[in-house]
């Protein structure tokens, strides 16, 4: 069965483009362009028995919910939640502290195809 991967990101190119890079890895991707319908999509998820094994979120949603905001959101609904923050701001408190603010990993954008499978790779193996 394949994994399930949700990825929030506003930027819509972006947004198609790392679906297609999730696809060619194997990974089933769903994507959200903003924070409510991430939340949603995951709560509908988890109520219907298909939980993501991962997100993706993006840091900034200009003029809406961004990352660190939704994985708080998200930790409420599932506090097993597996998390990467990415982003292109290098120098944000968010980036340089993601556990802090609830992450488990971070991934720089851009990021080329097998920097995301190798992160995902890490992320998605098996626990002790």
Not at 44 to 65: F, N, R, T
Not at 89 to 118: H, M, Q, W
Not at 123 to 128: I, V
């Amino acid at each position: 069965m394949k994994k399930r991967i949700l990825l929030m990101d506003d930027q819509q190119m972006l947004r198609e483009a790392t679906g297609l890079m999730l696809a060619s890895l194997g990974y089933e991707a769903a994507l959200a362009p903003d924070g409510p319908t991430a939340v949603a999509m995951y709560r509908e998820a988890m109520e219907g028995g298909q939980k993501y094994d991962l997100v993706i979120l993006d840091l900034v949603i200009p003029g809406g919910i961004g990352g660190t905001e939704v994985v708080q959101m998200l930790r409420r609904l599932d506090p097993c939640l597996k998390a990467i923050i990415s982003s292109g701001y290098t120098n944000d408190p968010a980036v340089l502290n993601y556990s802090r603010y609830g992450f488990d990993d971070i991934l720089s954008k851009p990021y080329s195809l097998t920097e995301l499978g190798d992160k995902l790779k890490t992320m998605l193996k098996p626990g002790p």
